[in-house]
Nanobody, 117 residues
Framework: VQLQASGGGLVQAGGSLRLSCAAS????????MGWYRQAPGRQRELVAD???????IYADSVKGRFTISRDNAQNTVSLHMNSLKPEDTAVYYC????????????WGQGTQVTVSS
């Protein structure tokens, strides 16, 4: 599976951005789709993910500001980011993985999000 992410950019603090990620083929119902981010000098961290059924998990730092959504028919996942803060600046990566099979773990190419103060 190839994942193509888009939608990053430069925004002022308090602004909004929407990230999108499209898979090259159908995603299994057992796969989770989500977004991770990595800031300079820091480890990659989970931002949010969503199951086929729509169950979501968010990092505490983005709860109430970010919303993840998944379109199973289109094999896409999006991340709506509101009230952006400078600390949200990072490279954002789309991911899909199967919690029952560790060999199924795919990453997109990453998209830069920069929030200016």
């Amino acid at each position: 599976v190839q994942l193509q992410a888009s939608g990053g950019g430069l925004v002022q603090a308090g602004g909004s951005l929407r990230l999108s990620c499209a898979a090259s083929r159908s995603i299994s119902r057992t796969n989770i789709m989500g977004w991770y981010r990595q800031a300079p000098g820091r480890q990659r961290e989970l931002v949010a993910d969503v199951t086929w059924a729509g169950l979501t998990i968010y990092a505490d730092s983005v709860k109430g500001r970010f919303t993840i959504s998944r379109d199973n028919a289109q094999n896409t996942v999006s991340l709506h980011m509101n009230s952006l803060k400078p600390e949200d600046t990072a490279v954002y990566y789309c991911n899909t993985n199967n919690p029952y099979n560790s060999r199924i773990n795919y990453w997109g190419q990453g998209t830069q999000v920069t929030v200016s103060s």
